[in-house]
């Protein structure tokens, strides 16, 4: 159907959309919280499939939910059929899938006559490539295949998003935006620097817990911080394998160190208030080094400084906001910390400038009409923006 087609057919309506993913979270901050929400504003009817407990509307997006897989073979498979299914019977006319696994069901609804976007939110060959746990051999060929699979799969569809240039620059360049992963103004407007010095000496990490996340050295790292400081580390996610909690809780920074679990973005909101420090020491694995966490920004935000992982593309967003590290060396990453603990009003600054760069221009709100105006390509059919998006 021509784009012209779908505005003629529907003019009486909302151009239907579904979200589509076998992966990640129904509340997902980018998905949900900020794509979805953003096109249910600008006009659209949404609909989210996702693994959750039971079907919801909130803010406008309709969730329709599949059961949670009990593995990755699962998820690849079961799931992704599951999600494909509702997304079928949801009648969308547009399809915007979040997962490298649900390609060849997006192929489908293509063939099928959907209108179909692909969100891409890592550079799966570089991803593939820093699997340890894969002969290197098979993660050099696995790359490869998924690269081109990938890329051929992209070229039959009719958007593609990417949260980073380097991940855009590897999609047809008329078809690709780069839709950034910066934090929402309005969810972090009650942060006021002036609260700075009453916090606790907290440093807060959030996010996956897994090795080449540097779980191990954000643990040993707060061992080693002077225990006249009386820090602690607070980690807010899951442990990926589970099994690596046990092996850190053998470390001595353990003791010092609070597992927070999932958390609710208004648990993280909470956690972030209560924080000094925001860490992120990711391993410097090729996914790793052009990638733009929403994490960096979420610290930022909530005007804390940051430790973080010596990358230029993080440098240079970074600016005077943060401390940078080696990853790998807990030792420095606990010198960092000290410094910032034993010098508050330096921290505070750092945190401040970080704060004032969210709000000039890495935020969420710049990224929106974005998305919108994608939708609007694909579909023919402006829609307002409201003042909320």
Not at 260 to 265: E, F, K, Y
Request: hydrophobic share 45%; aromatic share 8%; glycine share 6%.
């Amino acid at each position: 159907m021509s784009a012209a087609a779908l505005v003629a057919e529907h003019a009486s309506g909302p151009v239907r959309v579904a979200h589509l993913t076998s992966t990640h979270e129904a509340f997902d901050t980018r998905i949900f919280w900020k794509e979805c929400r953003t096109l249910a504003r600008a006009g659209y009817d949404v609909t989210l499939v996702a693994p959750h407990d039971s079907d919801m509307t909130r803010d406008d997006v309709r969730i329709v939910a599949v059961p949670r897989p009990g593995s990755r073979g699962e998820r690849a498979t079961l799931t992704a059929w599951r999600v494909f299914r509702a997304g079928w019977r949801s009648r969308a006319h547009v399809i915007h899938v979040h997962d490298p696994e649900l390609l060849p069901w997006a192929l489908l609804m293509k063939l099928l006559g959907r209108r179909v976007i692909y969100d891409a939110h890592e550079n799966l060959p570089k991803d593939i490539r820093s699997k340890h746990y894969l002969p290197e051999p098979l993660r050099a060929l696995l790359a490869s295949v998924v690269d081109l699979f990938e890329r051929a799969a992209c070229a039959c569809l009719d958007g593609v998003v990417a949260v980073t240039p380097g991940i855009a620059s590897r999609f047809p360049r008329e078809r690709t935006i780069v839709l950034r992963n910066f934090p929402l103004l309005a969810e972090f407007a009650a942060a006021r620097p002036g609260e700075y010095a009453t916090r606790r000496p907290i440093v807060l990490y959030l996010g996956g817990l897994n090795e080449i996340r540097g779980a191990r050295e954000m643990v040993r790292a707060i061992g080693r911080v002077k225990d006249s400081l009386g820090a602690e580390l607070w980690l807010a996610g899951r442990f990926d394998p589970p099994a690596l909690q046990a092996q850190l809780a053998g470390e001595p920074g353990w003791a010092r160190t609070r597992w927070l679990g999932w958390r609710t973005r208004e648990e993280v909101a909470l956690a972030l208030a209560a924080s000094r420090i925001g860490l992120l020491v990711l391993h410097p694995v090729p996914n790793h080094l052009d990638s733009l966490p929403i994490k960096l920004f979420e610290y930022m935000a909530a005007g804390l400084p940051v430790v973080a992982s010596r990358f230029p593309a993080w440098e240079r967003l970074v600016d005077g906001a943060g401390a940078f590290v080696d990853p790998i060396d807990a030792g420095a990453i606990a010198a960092e910390i000290e410094r910032l603990l034993e010098n508050p009003e330096d921290a505070a600054r750092m945190g401040g400038k970080g704060r004032a760069a969210i709000e000039r221009e890495l935020h969420w709100e710049r990224e929106a009409a974005s998305l919108v105006a994608l939708y609007e390509r694909i579909t023919g059919a402006p829609r307002a923006m409201s003042d909320e998006a």
